[in-house]
């Protein structure tokens, strides 16, 4: 291959790391977005939500968010992000922040209402709050699941990228003239 072809693609290295890294963001996104409930098992919110949980929910979210602005900001600063795969990879990154950002918020909102769910006798007041309460939550759980389904795409992209890499370094291998045959020992070719 050529070198100014070759500066078109991630190494296999940087690939497989980036690719591991987005895999545990991914399934971590996934995981929370599944397991974090705010309803009981008849589908309602609890008389008594818990308000560390839910802060907790927010703090998580938070956290996952700042790993994901991580990955994002070293891999828009190294050299990888120019290449053809790259930029679409940091496309995808880039809607994988803002995604993971508007997440804790919607979290944090969910929180918010518990305290007041609990002081409040008016039954109105009571599923005003509730309706908001899963409104928030549904919502911040969107949001990590669109965050998992497209770290999911980025890994997609750089799989594909070395697929690519192996179709064309068998390619390469096919087009490569064989080798002259080795001279014979003890004389001369004929």
Known sequence: MSPDFERHLIPRDDALHLIGALNVLKDKAHNVAHRWELLDEDGHVPAAPS?????QHATDAQDLSREVLRLTDEFARSPLHSTGVGSTVLTKL???TTSSSHAPPYFAQTAEHAPALLRST???DRQYLANNMVHDHATGRAYLRRTSESLRDAGTELEDHLGFQ???AQLTRQETPPAPPAPRPGGRPR
């Open 166 to 168: 192996r179709s064309l």
């Open 94 to 96: 880039a809607w994988t």
């Open 122 to 124: 008016n039954p109105a």
């Open 51 to 55: 308000y560390t949980v839910l802060l």
